[in-house]
Every structure is written in structure tokens, then in C-alpha cells.
């Protein structure tokens, strides 16, 4: 650090991710998970103007950016995305309160936005092959359907 202003000014920057011990998202460059997701909202918006599209998926994927926020990581960059962050991810999504058959929707969407701005095939926003871990799956078909038989939905 060249000065002790400089030192202090990235210290507040950082300090909440290093004390949750996760790298700070100031050590990575490219695209961040909230500038994906506006990415991904702004290609959405135009299929539904014309007509590709319907209003009730585009409402399905404005509520990721909320799941990441509720995680902590909106605005981490996705080059430095680990499995222990979709993890965190996974968690939001479960204790959500929400039914298993919309957590797995959840889950495939942000999948799909990934697969949508990753490199083959998708828009090349980011170059990195994304590593979701093991926790990162939807809920298991059995478990939905005998979910949706106990509640009646």
C-alpha cells in the first residue's frame, strides 16, 4: 500500500468479506453476478416485447438477484465463484419457505442464466466454467411429487 489512506479505504471495502472469510471481490476483474443477472433481465425483457416470451418467466428470474443478495454475494465477480458460495445459494433457496417444486425451479434457472452468459455456447460474459459443488442440485422428483400429495398443491 502506498499510503495508510489507501490502506484504510481498502480495508472498508474488503472487511466484511474477510471477516466472513471469503476472498474480496476486489482481487477478481470481470463480470459480477448482479451485472449478469441485469444482463440476462435486459435480453428477457426484450423477448417479451417480442412476443418470445412470457411476463411470468421473466418474473420467475427477477427474484435471483434477490437469492444472491440474501447470500452475500450479488456483487461478487463470477471468475471467483466457488462451490462454497453456491452452497450459501442453496441455503437461501431452502429456507426459503418455498415449495420444493419452486425451489428446483429456482435452482435450474440459475443454472440456465450461467449457462446463458458462460462461453460455449452461451454470450461470453465470463470465460470460467462454473463449479456448483454437490449441494447445488434441486430437489428430487420424488420429493416434490410427495410433497405436492401431502399439501394437496
Known sequence: MDSPDAALREWIEDKDYLLAGIEPPTRYG???IGELLDEHSIRLS???AAG???TRTVGDYATLPGIFESAGILNFPVEALTPAHFSAVWRVIANSGLSLRTQKNRVMS???V???GGPDP???LFDCRIKYGPDFRPP????IESQQEATGV
Open 114 to 116: 450461467f449457462n446463458w
Open 140 to 143: 428430487k422428483l420424488h420429493d
Open 110 to 112: 440459475i443454472k440456465a
Open 52 to 54: 418470445q416470451m412470457s
Open 122 to 124: 452461451g454470450v461470453e
Open 46 to 48: 426484450e423477448k417479451v
Open 30 to 32: 470481470g463480470i459480477t
